[in-house]
């Protein structure tokens, strides 16, 4: 009986250091400007001859605002293991999140990798505290 409160906090602070991880995969792949360098050509105002230059642009600059959505999907899996902590709940939002980076790891998938693997620990130190 000792042992299954202590165990419960470590699934609950896991599933925490899960939304933490996550958030932050979703704020660097909105806001980090080095997800795509590219070179453009523009003509030179005065010489009119093409010049050649570096560009840098966001997820969001590239694809539109419809990748939103898709870049907090993880996080808001995250979210609902943590605000309905059951066990059961916690091996759904797990497997989908898993198929989630699984499924997009050619793209964004492997940005929750961190969250991925610490939302299975919560998860398997869950079924611990369940049995134990």
Known sequence: MNRRIP???VVFGLTLVSLGLALAAAYRLLNDQAVYTGLRVVEDP???TPVTLSSHASLVQINGEGVIPKV???????????????????IFATALLWAFMLVASMSIGLYYF???AAMLLATVCGRSASTG
């Open 46 to 48: 005065q010489t009119h």
């Open 72 to 90: 907090l999907f993880p996080v808001v899996l995250v979210l609902v293991a943590v605000v309905l902590p059951q066990h059961k709940v916690r």
């Open 7 to 9: 165990l419960n906090a």
């Open 114 to 116: 961190p969250a991925a």
